[in-house]
T-cell receptor, first 114, second 115 residues
Framework: DAGVTQSPTHLIKTRGQHVTLRCSPI?????VSWYQQVLGQGPQFIFQ???????GRGNFPDRFSARQFPNYSSELNVNALLLGDSALYLC?????????????FGAGTRLSVL | AQSVTQPDIHITVSEGASLELRCNYS??????LFWYVQSPGQGLQLLLK??????LVQGIKGFEAEFKRSQSSFNLRKPSVHWSDAAEYFC?????????????FGTGTRLQVTL
């Protein structure tokens, strides 16, 4: 079975631009979460979506938004990019939205903002 | 608010030696605890988890962890390290807040294995 897949693998943008990152969950998983991992730090929670609804949001500005589609895939959008948005963006999927559900992570999208 | 502390940023061990990575958490209720491993250029792979019951949990790749409520710790151990274990290790606490559930990670411990 395919794991969590993310695209693109790497991305280079300039300040002020917009970016869209994509995530396909494991088949049968209905929850997708997004995390930001800055170099040298642990991942930080950005969003959780379950059954196409936003269930939670971390301490990130409104420039960050996301959505989940009927096939449970998800997009993370970041507007007005700042240098500090450079990070590895990880997507995780789980069967449902509860805290006991194991989150399976993709390999991430490495975003560089110049 | 919950938090996770991994006191050791970087640890070096010889291949074949034993390993213990420390993790302390701050959380009011019984936590859901996880250890993940991240190899260069890879996502996070779950090593093991603790929800309740037996405080010594076994995971993949020969890893185990022990939950100690009195010390708010969940240390990861391996009796004999292999060179392929070199990676970054993250301890995490899972909880539900309102309608959301999320993982809170520590800053990670980078493991280097010398031959």
């Amino acid at each position: 079975d395919a794991g969590v897949t993310q695209s693109p693998t790497h991305l280079i943008k300039t300040r002020g631009q917009h970016v869209t990152l994509r995530c396909s969950p494991i088949s049968g998983h209905k929850s997708v979460s997004w995390y930001q991992q800055v170099l040298g730090q642990g991942p930080q929670f950005i969003f959780q979506y379950y059954e196409k609804e936003e269930r939670g949001r971390g301490n990130f500005p409104d420039r960050f938004s996301a959505r989940q589609f009927p096939n449970y895939s998800s997009e993370l959008n970041v507007n007005a990019l700042l240098l500090g948005d450079s990070a590895l963006y990880l997507c995780a999927s789980s069967l449902s939205g509860g805290a006991k559900n194991i989150q399976y992570f993709g390999a991430g999208t490495r975003l560089s903002v110049l | 608010a919950q938090s996770v502390t991994q006191p050791d940023i970087h640890i070096t061990v010889s291949e074949g030696a034993s390993l213990e990575l420390r993790c302390n958490y701050s959380y009011g209720a019984t936590p859901y605890l996880f250890w993940y491993v991240q190899s260069p250029g890879q996502g996070l792979q779950l090593l093991l988890k603790y929800f309740s019951g037996d405080t010594l949990v076994q995971g993949i790749k020969g890893f185990e962890a022990e939950f100690k409520r009195s010390q708010s710790s969940f240390n990861l151990r391996k009796p004999s390290v292999h060179w392929s274990d070199a990676a970054e290790y993250f301890c995490a606490v899972g909880r539900s807040t309102g309608t959301a559930s999320k993982l809170t990670f520590g800053t990670g411990t980078r493991l280097q294995v010398t031959l």
